[in-house]
């Protein structure tokens, strides 16, 4: 069998390419060698280094700021693509680049002002017109569970006290 990668890689190098740009190649002639790898870049870029983002935006202790706006804008977003990524999970991962493309969306939506775009053109006016039925679930559900934690509470205090004299 032969593996045209290894060729295309030798003619590469001959060329002068770069290891950088022979790795690419490889990602892009088969994108489930490096999956692994993007996925990981997607959890540092899209996870890790937002959070720290958010620590230094909240430590600045700044009532209005330009970067504490643009990190919770960033954060709302990423909800959002973390619920549609769980919603359609065995579509998505079955695409061969799709941890590749996701990576370059987490990026852009961290420079270019890609959060705000997103968030101005889509979940914004989204969540306005249905904020109002929104939060009436929120409260509804919030009265149910909060009944219920408290139901359950006290049955475990009934519960504690008969083991304890038992």
Same mark, same amino acid.
């Given at each position: ?8 890689l030798? *003619?590469? /190098?001959? +060329?002068?390419?770069?290891? *950088? ?8 002639? @088969?994108?489930?060698?490096? /999956? ?10 899209? *996870?890790a ?8 935006a909240l430590?600045r ?7 504490r706006d643009?990190?919770l ?10 619920? /549609?990524? @769980?919603?359609?999970? *065995?579509?998505?991962?079955? +695409? ?18 890609? /959060? ?13 017109e249905?904020?109002? @039925? ?5 409260e ?17 205090? @009934? ?8």
């Amino acid at each position: 069998r032969h593996c045209y990668g290894s060729s295309v890689l030798l *003619a590469m /190098a001959s +060329f002068g390419a770069s290891l *950088a740009q022979q790795v690419g190649v490889v990602a892009l002639l @088969n994108p489930r060698n490096t /999956a692994g790898l993007a996925r990981a870049a997607c959890v540092l870029v899209g *996870a890790a280094y937002p959070v720290y983002r958010t620590f230094k935006a909240l430590e600045r202790r700044r009532l209005f700021d330009d970067t504490r706006d643009g990190v919770l804008t960033y954060w709302s977003i990423f909800g959002c693509l973390s619920i /549609a990524e @769980n919603t359609g999970h *065995a579509i998505l991962h079955s +695409f061969p680049w799709y941890y590749h493309c996701k990576l370059g969306v987490v990026v852009w939506l961290q420079t270019h002002d890609g /959060a705000k775009k997103v968030y101005g053109r889509y979940i914004k006016p989204l969540l306005l017109e249905h904020e109002e @039925n929104i939060d009436h679930v929120i409260e509804t559900v919030g009265g149910e569970v909060s009944s219920h934690v408290s139901d359950t509470s006290d049955e475990v205090a @009934n519960l504690v006290a008969w083991a304890k004299t038992s």
